[in-house]
């Protein structure tokens, strides 16, 4: 079995549900949810014209190996609504592999430690719950540590709303 990192986050619909309704698949399917974060409130990201996003982590054990993870992670996206979209625009539900175990895969498809973790408060705080003695393999720095690296502007309108 292996550790797995995952990010979700929803801005439309009822996101809160649709975060719930993840880990709901996450389960039914195997994996073996160890731990999850506090849900997050968070400005938009990359676009902002667009609403508010819910964001947690969740760490969890699976025998799937990277890409087949990220395949399965992709089929419950759509099995929860999400359509094709513009990059950093809207969307019903996003998952996303933050960490397996200590492993770097770089492939067309994956990228793990997923490569803009360590710029993004709305992944790095709920992270730093769940996971708070992971090390980045690249850097060897924990989510706390990559947290106090960002700009303060980054960690602003961030609120903790509620458990997963």
């Not at 399917?29 to 996003?53: H, I, M, N, Y």
């Not at 060897?140 to 106090?148: A, D, K, Q, V």
Request: aromatic content about 4%; hydrophobic content about 45%; overall charge negative.
């Amino acid at each position: 079995m292996s550790t797995v990192g995952l990010s979700l986050g929803s801005n439309l619909g009822d996101r809160l549900l649709l975060l719930r309704k993840a880990v709901s698949l996450l389960r039914n399917a195997g994996l073996a949810v160890l731990a999850s974060s506090d849900v997050f409130e968070t400005p938009p990201w990359g676009v902002e014209d667009q609403p508010r996003f819910l964001n947690a982590c969740v760490l969890a054990e699976t025998s799937l190996l990277p890409e087949d993870l990220l395949d399965l992670l992709k089929q419950m996206e759509g099995a929860l609504g999400r359509t094709p979209e513009k990059r950093w625009g809207p969307r019903v539900i996003d998952l996303d592999i933050l960490f397996y175990d200590g492993l770097t895969v770089r492939s067309d498809r994956l990228t793990v430690p997923h490569r803009e973790m360590a710029a993004r408060a709305f992944v790095l705080l709920p992270l730093a719950q769940i996971a708070p003695e992971w090390r980045h393999p690249e850097t060897g720095l924990t989510p706390e540590e990559m947290i106090r690296l960002l700009p303060p502007a980054e960690t602003g309108g961030i609120l903790r709303i509620c458990t997963l």
